[in-house]
């Protein structure tokens, strides 16, 4: 597999290791000002919480978007395309608006409650782990769906006519074909997700009801804020990362490639789902995910309306600052995982070089912010740099997403097309341009949305640079909250979501135009 | 990006232009200068007498902004550091990097409060705010509150200083029996947030009969919402204090400038302007007295607040004692 072992590779190297600077650089930069490191029966026992609670939440987020995606596939109906949009719209708000739109359903006074009030029922808390696991499934549920969703979708229509032709049931499709597929996917959204959850800490705060539900993240926050402990923020940092490179590997082991080889890009069509029994699970599966994830986006959707009239002026140029850093984090981002991804599929150090990519998900944005002001700080001042450093963390952050959405399909166009193009003498840039940005369009649009949309939502480090003059939507409305404007700060939300959501319907579009479909 | 090439441009020839007036550079937390906040009137009323250009550089909050001066250390631009709270005086005071202010001024503090390095600027009690309707009889003391079946939300006082304050509250009034009181307490607490505005969000979105804030939180939706169903309770044992503080720091090179400005903070211009924006109590009462509504709070009989040594001590004990209590 040694092909094409120059630039290409070469190009890869780089940036993975620039990534690589990045999360354990700064890491080291804050463990060199530390004094002492220690690691307390309280940081053991949130080590323990946040695995067990990122194990579950991963393995039901994964377990579920199964039949969902699976139902999406199969199945045509109105509105099925909103759906799928709407399905990236959790994972882009932010924690607290998220939190308190779950809690508009779920919580003491939420609809769910009140409904069980009214039909004479006890009412149930949602405070508690199973709280924590349901926050955390609303948040990635939608992506697992999105990311199984492109593995469904890369199963060649041929193979499926095939399958018809030879009489296979829906038992036989599912051996044969999506079996395979799932078992090249599903690790990767397995860890991906995993990952988001160690580093989560409101969700399980707010949810959890109490210091039981303490992640290695509130330690991180806890050291760098309140102790200045840098050393223990260092040694909790380290510890998230060890988990990630061991998840990483794991599921890099439990991966196994899909041989389908290519097809013709023919509109996909099933002809073994058609019995009733079929379809009426896949109905109900699909209402239950719509209804699970649609109440409490609506319930914001609801509140954030009536607040908009009482925003202050101050959000119209922040909403701005961040489309702009969003755009420039999505460019940035898209380059370095097409180059991150030739580099993987030209072979050697494959696995370094992706686990590289995947760090910035357990790295904790905190650390890495405080690293960079100490690194930052003697040569320049840290606002002067604010907006860059943000376009260039956020980039950071989102690549993993990008990378396990953009991977899988790069690695099947080069089994595909690898060995003609090679004998094509079509390398580097011309590679590029004929083979892999023509097939991989619909995904990189689709991962440049999700990218532009993360990049919105995230306050990152921008809270440790910025000052008044530079604050980004999320940083008004975290301080709008602050501030008892939660009216103004619902109304912000609404606005950073409809942004986030317009960015990430135009680089999905833009990358859908040209599809079959 | 031409257009931060231009942004770059104007920047450079602003920076030019002002170089003979100098710059006094205040760190504070990001709410006292966001536009709804104290930050922009203060800075015009001074500049207008100073005759220099006041810049605010922001951290998240008094715990964040103390974060940012240790990492920035000797190196700090700041020559003022405003928003610490009298949890974290102790630690900022260890540091060196603060210089004695050598004012006396008189202030209308509930309590004695002497720091040669900082001076208090606002202050408040923290009290559990509620509504009227759904709590006609509030509790009077932790004590009442731990047996009634009311539900309170908290801070988390790793995370944040209302937090914090809170803990400190029981340990001044309870002393050995804090652990005690916080497992009586257990059942009342529906959820523990990471800051204070997650708390009074899930208040005011019905989570709760009770949050963690200040007396001075119902004046808020009094004075700007026109809503008087709020209301905070005084506790019998006492309520515990935020006395915010500001110092000006040893390495600044415009030593004259901080100090005035420290001094104009204690004036009417700075006073005034804290009741309607910080929504806590002015370390000098305006000539005029504090703004209407205002008289509606309820006042504590008692006020508590540990000595910032002792409050330092306590800190980490105490945090491992709630954590013990509530982890049960």
Same mark, same amino acid.
């Given at each position: 597999?040694?092909?094409?072992?120059?630039?290409?590779?070469?190009?890869?190297?780089?940036?993975?290791?620039?990534?690589?600077?990045?999360?354990?650089?700064?890491?080291?930069?804050?463990?060199?000002?530390?004094?002492?490191?220690?690691?307390?029966?309280?940081?053991?026992?949130?080590?323990?919480?946040?695995?067990?609670?990122?194990?579950?939440?991963?393995?039901?987020?994964?377990?579920?978007?199964?039949?969902?995606?699976?139902?999406?596939?199969?199945?045509?109906?109105?509105?099925?395309?909103?759906?799928?949009?709407?399905?990236?719209?959790?994972?882009?708000?932010?924690?607290?608006?998220?939190?308190?739109?779950?809690?508009?359903?779920?919580?003491?006074?939420?609809?769910?409650?009140?409904?069980?009030?009214?039909?004479?029922?006890?009412?149930?808390?949602?405070?508690?782990?199973?709280?924590?696991?349901?926050?955390?499934?609303?948040?990635?549920?939608?992506?697992?769906?999105?990311?199984?969703?492109?593995?469904?979708?890369?199963?060649?229509?041929?193979?499926?006519?095939?399958?018809?032709?030879?009489?296979?049931?829906?038992?036989?499709?599912?051996?044969?074909?999506?079996?395979?597929?799932?078992?090249?996917?599903?690790?990767?959204?397995?860890?991906?997700?995993?990952?988001?959850?160690?580093?989560s800490f409101a969700i399980p705060l707010t949810l959890g009801g109490g210091p039981r539900a303490t992640t290695l993240e509130l330690g991180i926050y806890q050291a760098l804020r309140?102790?200045?402990?840098?050393?223990?923020?260092?040694?909790?940092?380290?510890?998230?990362?060890?988990?990630?490179?061991?998840?990483?590997?794991?599921?890099?082991?439990?991966?196994?490639?899909?041989?389908?080889?290519?097809?013709?890009?023919?509109?996909?069509?099933?002809?073994?789902?058609?019995?009733?029994?079929?379809?009426?699970?896949?109905?109900?599966?699909?209402?239950?995910s719509c209804g699970f994830l649609m109440l409490p986006l609506a319930m914001i959707a609801l509140r954030g309306v009536e607040g908009l009239p009482e925003m202050p002026a101050s959000v119209w140029p922040a909403a701005l600052r961040s489309v702009l850093v969003a755009l420039v984090s999505t460019a940035l981002c898209m380059a370095a995982t097409v180059t991150l991804c030739a580099a993987i599929s030209a072979g050697p150090a494959a696995r370094w070089i992706e686990t590289a990519g995947m760090l910035p998900l357990a790295a904790s944005s905190l650390v890495l912010g405080t690293g960079l002001f100490i690194l930052v700080h003697p040569f320049a001042s840290p606002e002067r740099l604010a907006l860059p450093v943000t376009a260039l963390v956020n980039a950071a952050m989102a690549m993993p997403y990008a990378l396990r959405l953009i991977l899988p399909a790069h690695r099947e166009v080069e089994a595909a097309f690898g060995r003609l193009s090679d004998s094509l003498a079509l390398t580097g840039l011309a590679r590029l341009r004929w083979l892999i940005l023509p097939r991989l369009r619909p995904v990189i649009g689709f991962a440049s949305g999700v990218v532009a949309a993360l990049s919105m939502g995230d306050l990152g480090v921008i809270a440790l640079f910025a000052n008044e003059s530079q604050a980004t939507l999320p940083l008004v409305v975290q301080q709008l909250m602050g501030a008892y404007r939660m009216p103004a700060a619902a109304g912000a939300s609404l606005l950073l979501v409809g942004l986030s959501f317009a960015l990430f319907w135009i680089c999905d579009r833009g990358g859908r135009r040209h599809a079959a479909s | 990006m031409n257009a931060s090439i231009l942004a770059a441009g104007i920047l450079t020839i602003a920076t030019m232009a002002m170089a003979e007036t100098p710059v006094l550079t205040v760190l504070t937390y990001d709410s006292f200068t966001a536009e709804w906040g104290p930050g922009p009137a203060i800075e015009k009323a001074f500049e207008a007498e100073c005759g220099c250009d006041l810049k605010f550089v922001t951290a998240g909050d008094g715990a964040a902004v103390l974060a940012r001066l240790k990492l920035e250390g000797t190196r700090s631009d700041a020559?003022?550091?405003?928003?610490?709270?009298?949890?974290?005086?102790?630690?900022?005071?260890?540091?060196?990097?603060? /210089?004695?202010?050598?004012? =006396? $001024?008189?202030?209308?503090?509930?309590? %004695?409060?002497?720091?040669? *390095?900082?001076?208090?600027? #606002?202050?408040?009690?923290?009290?559990?705010?509620?509504?009227?309707?759904?709590?006609?009889?509030?509790?009077?003391?932790?004590?009442?509150?731990?047996?009634?079946?009311?539900?309170?939300?908290?801070?988390?006082?790793?995370?944040?200083?209302?937090?914090?304050?809170?803990?400190?509250?029981?340990?001044?009034?309870?002393?050995?029996?804090?652990?005690?009181?916080?497992?009586?307490? /257990?059942?009342?607490?529906? =959820? $523990?947030?990471?800051?204070?505005?997650? %708390?009074?969000?899930?208040? *005011?979105?019905?989570?709760? #009969?009770?949050?963690?804030?200040?007396?001075?939180?119902?004046?808020?939706?009094?004075?700007?919402?026109?809503?008087?169903?709020k209301a905070a309770a005084a506790f019998d044992e006492g309520n515990y204090l935020q006395i915010e503080v500001a110092g000006k720091l040893a390495s600044s090179p415009h030593q004259e400038l901080a100090d005035k400005f420290l001094a104009f903070m204690l004036t009417e211009s700075f006073q005034g302007a804290i009741p309607e924006t910080n929504w806590m109590y002015p370390a000098v009462t305006p000539k005029d007295g504090l703004p209407k509504g205002f008289e509606t709070l309820v006042i504590p009989s008692k006020s508590l607040l540990l000595p910032a040594n002792e409050a330092q001590a306590l800190r980490a004990p105490s945090i491992e004692e709630w954590r013990a209590a509530l982890a049960r």
């Open positions: 597999m040694a092909r094409r072992a120059g630039p290409v590779t070469r190009a890869g190297r780089a940036v993975a290791l620039g990534v690589a600077a990045l999360t354990l650089g700064t890491l080291l930069a804050v463990l060199l000002r530390a004094e002492t490191a220690s690691f307390g029966p309280a940081d053991w026992s949130a080590l323990r919480f946040t695995v067990l609670a990122a194990l579950t939440a991963a393995t039901l987020s994964v377990g579920l978007a199964v039949p969902a995606s699976r139902a999406l596939t199969r199945r045509r109906f109105p509105g099925r395309g909103l759906v799928i949009t709407l399905m990236g719209a959790p994972f882009l708000l932010p924690v607290v608006v998220a939190v308190l739109g779950l809690l508009a359903v779920f919580g003491r006074s939420g609809l769910i409650n009140r409904t069980f009030e009214v039909l004479g029922l006890s009412p149930v808390s949602i405070y508690g782990p199973h709280g924590v696991i349901l926050g955390l499934v609303f948040f990635n549920f939608p992506l697992a769906v999105r990311m199984v969703l492109s593995g469904w979708q890369a199963i060649p229509a041929e193979r499926l006519r095939l399958a018809a032709a030879l009489g296979f049931g829906p038992d036989a499709v599912f051996r044969h074909l999506e079996l395979p597929m799932l078992r090249q996917t599903l690790p990767g959204a397995f860890v991906a997700i995993f990952l988001v959850c160690l580093t309140f102790d200045y402990d840098l050393g223990r923020a260092a040694l909790l940092a380290a510890a998230q990362f060890a988990l990630c490179a061991v998840a990483v590997g794991l599921a890099a082991r439990l991966a196994l490639p899909t041989r389908f080889g290519a097809g013709l890009d023919r509109q996909v069509e099933r002809w073994d789902t058609r019995g009733w029994v079929l379809r009426l699970q896949d109905s109900v599966v699909l209402m239950l | 020559d003022v550091v405003l928003g610490l709270d009298t949890n974290l005086t102790a630690d900022a005071a260890a540091t060196g990097l603060f /210089a004695p202010h050598g004012q =006396t $001024v008189a202030t209308n503090l509930p309590v %004695a409060f002497n720091d040669p *390095l900082f001076l208090p600027f #606002d202050w408040g009690w923290f009290a559990f705010v509620y509504d009227k309707a759904k709590v006609p009889t509030p509790p009077k003391s932790f004590e009442d509150l731990a047996a009634s079946s009311l539900k309170i939300v908290i801070e988390d006082p790793r995370s944040s200083t209302p937090g914090l304050g809170l803990l400190m509250w029981v340990k001044a009034a309870y002393g050995d029996r804090a652990p005690e009181i916080w497992a009586a307490l /257990a059942d009342n607490i529906v =959820t $523990v947030t990471p800051g204070w505005s997650e %708390a009074y969000g899930l208040f *005011l979105n019905g989570e709760a #009969d009770m949050v963690l804030s200040y007396t001075t939180s119902p004046a808020y939706h009094l004075i700007a919402e026109k809503d008087d169903s």
